[in-house]
């Protein structure tokens, strides 16, 4: 046969397998800095790509981290996830048209300036401030249960519509528990939350 003078042990070329892992074992030993520097490198690289993610994580994560800032009630958390340049423009367009174009919604973010962000912030904050001192004592929780659906928006690729589910437990008047479960409706400017829907709640 014409490989019959082939070892266990050796390819059908005549290299020895094991050659292989001796010739790589003995790189790893002649060249210990430079194996080390590659694997810090290589592990630098998955947790810059590990942070990016979580940073930059799209509308479930800014969904997921508008809920989370919720849930501890602190109004600059809240804000933080929140793009308010972006919730500025939107506000300006679907106050003219809901059916506003991209190129709409691109030109108003382009005309919102910095001292617009400022004051409309520091009134937010105010508002939120305000609202949730009064809450405080009814010891609301937010829980995120489930993310029901992301849609891109027909207006704006960058705009996303949210559907999550979310539990919300108080105590009323009585110090009863109130125990509500419902679908809030959020619109994320990519990774951040513009404005929120809870109008359902209220039913």
């Given at each position: 046969?014409?490989?019959?003078?082939?070892q266990?042990?050796?390819?059908p070329n005549?290299?020895?397998?094991?050659?292989i892992?001796s010739?790589?074992?003995?790189?790893?030993?002649?060249?210990?800095k430079?194996?080390i520097?590659?694997v810090a490198?290589?592990l630098?690289v998955?947790i810059?790509?590990s942070?990016?993610s979580?940073v930059?994580?799209?509308?479930k994560q800014?969904t997921?981290?508008?809920i989370?800032?919720?849930?501890?009630m602190?109004?600059d958390?809240?804000?933080?996830?929140?793009d308010?340049?972006?919730s500025i423009a939107y506000?300006?367009?679907?106050?003219?048209?809901?059916?506003?174009?991209e190129?709409d919604?691109?030109k108003?973010?382009?005309e919102?300036?910095?001292?617009?962000?400022?004051e409309?912030?520091?009134?937010?904050k105010?508002t939120?401030?305000?609202t949730?001192?009064t809450?405080?004592?009814?010891n609301?929780?937010y829980?995120l249960?489930?993310?029901?659906?992301?849609?891109?928006?027909?207006?704006?690729?960058d705009?996303?519509?949210?559907?999550?589910?979310?539990?919300?437990?108080y105590?009323d008047?009585d110090?009863?528990?109130?125990d509500?479960t419902s679908?809030?409706?959020?619109i994320?400017?990519k990774?951040?939350?513009?404005?929120?829907?809870?109008?359902?709640l209220?039913?």
């Open positions: 046969m014409e490989n019959e003078n082939v266990p042990n050796q390819t005549g290299s020895n397998g094991n050659n892992v010739t790589i074992t003995n790189f790893v030993k002649s060249n210990t430079l194996v520097i590659a490198i290589l630098a998955i810059l790509i942070v990016i979580n930059t994580g799209g509308p800014a997921k981290n508008y989370s800032a919720m849930n501890k602190n109004a958390k809240i804000l933080s996830t929140m308010i340049k972006a506000i300006a367009c679907y106050s003219s048209s809901s059916n506003f174009s190129e919604f691109k108003a973010y382009k919102v300036s910095n001292s617009d962000v400022k409309f912030k520091k009134a937010f105010e939120l401030d305000s949730l001192d809450i405080k004592e009814y609301y929780s829980k249960l489930e993310i029901k659906d992301v849609e891109e928006s027909k207006n704006c690729k705009l996303y519509k949210v559907e999550a589910k979310v539990r919300i437990t105590k008047d110090g009863d528990k109130q509500i679908t809030i409706n959020l994320a400017y990774n951040k939350i513009v404005t929120v829907d809870m109008s359902s209220m039913d």
